[in-house]
C-alpha cells in the first residue's frame, strides 16, 4: 500500500519537473491550470503518507514477532532474561 503513495509521489515529481522546465520555456503541458509548486505539494503529502504506512506495517510486524527478535538490541536486558526467554 505504501508503495502506491510512493510511486504516486515520484511521478509527480517528475510531472513537477517536467512542467517547471516548460515554464522556463514559455510554455505549459497542462495549460498553466496547476503550478509546478502544486504538484511538489501533493508529492509531499502523498510521501508522508506512504512513510505513516510504512510505519503502521513495521510496527504491525514487531507486534506479530512479539519482539522476540529485538533482545539482542537491549544489552541493558539482565542475563537471566537472554537465556530464559518468555514463552
Not at 510511486?7 to 498553466?32: D, K, N, P, Q
Not at 496547476?34 to 514487531?62: C, H, M
Not at 529485538?70 to 526467554?85: K, S, Y
Amino acid at each position: 500500500m505504501a508503495g502506491i503513495f510512493f510511486l504516486g509521489g515520484f511521478v509527480l515529481l517528475a510531472v513537477m519537473a517536467v512542467e517547471e522546465l516548460a515554464f522556463w520555456l514559455g510554455h505549459s503541458l497542462l495549460g498553466y491550470a496547476y503550478s509546478p509548486q502544486t504538484f511538489l505539494e501533493v508529492a509531499t503529502v502523498l510521501f508522508v503518507i506512504g512513510i505513516a504506512f510504512l510505519l503502521r506495517q513495521i510496527r504491525d510486524e514487531l507486534r506479530r514477532r512479539n519482539l522476540r527478535d529485538l533482545r539482542h538490541f537491549h544489552p541493558e536486558m539482565p542475563a537471566e532474561e537472554h537465556e530464559n526467554p518468555p514463552p
